[in-house]
């Protein structure tokens, strides 16, 4: 089984509608991140976590919040998407041992709005 | 502040040719991270390699080396006898100590393999 997964895998919505793109992991890592890829601009950071009460804002987080429900689930809502959010969404993890440290990614979840 | 930048959008070779990317960096800490990864068509990001700013030695995996130059503020990433299974993009990326470990990444190369 992978160690990070995220649900859905392919997602298509429409403008103004709410989505909530989820994360889990296995790993046992304090530490997760959402990103955000884009054609030729490789990926931004959105949000990201450093355990369960800890979360903070990355480059990109307008248009969007988290939830870190447990030390394994951090998800990502669009509170109401709009077309220039479509883009190849990941969730990474790392071990909370300091700057540095590897971080794992998910497989993605590819998103389109209409 | 922190940038890195991956001037070849794109590289075209035939296999079994070898082929270099490029990845420059910048950064004013002292204690920094560098890093690979590569995305094949499926998608996934692939971890590759991680380097600390203090070791410079260069680094051999198989096909793949790497290539830390702190004077030129480059981590180049060379394959040798490329593979069409070698085709995918491949980023690298930057953790600096005193920025929260966050990552920072370049804006790519798409690697294409030619059989």
């Known amino acids: 089984d992978a160690d990070v997964t995220q649900t859905p895998r392919n997602r298509i919505t429409k403008t103004g509608k709410r989505i909530m793109l989820e994360c889990s992991q296995t790993?046992?890592?304090?530490?997760m991140y959402w990103y955000r890829q884009d054609p030729g601009l490789g990926l931004q950071l959105i949000y990201y976590?450093?355990?369960?009460?800890?979360?903070n804002k990355g480059e990109i987080s307008d248009g969007y919040s988290v939830s870190r429900q447990a030390q394994a689930k951090f998800s990502l809502s669009l509170e109401s998407a709009i077309p220039n959010q479509t883009a190849l969404y990941f969730c990474?993890?790392?071990?909370?041992?300091?700057?540095?440290?590897?971080?794992?990614f998910g497989p993605g979840t590819r998103l389109l709005v209409l | 502040a922190q940038k890195v930048t991956q001037a070849q959008t794109e590289i075209s070779v035939v296999e079994k040719e070898d082929v270099t990317l490029d990845c420059v960096y910048e950064t004013r800490d002292t204690t920094y991270y560098l890093f690979w990864y590569k995305q094949p068509p499926s998608g996934e990001l692939v971890f590759l390699i991680r380097?600390?700013?203090?070791?410079?030695q260069n680094e051999i995996s198989g096909r793949y080396s790497w290539n830390f130059q702190k004077s030129t503020s480059s981590f180049n990433f060379t394959i040798t006898a490329s593979q069409v299974v070698d085709s995918a993009v491949y980023f690298c990326a930057l953790s600096a100590v005193n920025q929260g470990g966050k990552l920072i990444f370049g804006q790519g190369t798409e690697l294409s393999v030619k059989p």
């Open positions: 380097r600390n700013s203090f070791d410079e």
């Open positions: 976590s450093f355990d369960v009460k800890d979360i």
């Open positions: 990474a993890t790392s071990a909370g041992t300091g700057a540095g440290e590897t971080q794992y």
């Open positions: 790993k046992g890592h304090d530490r």
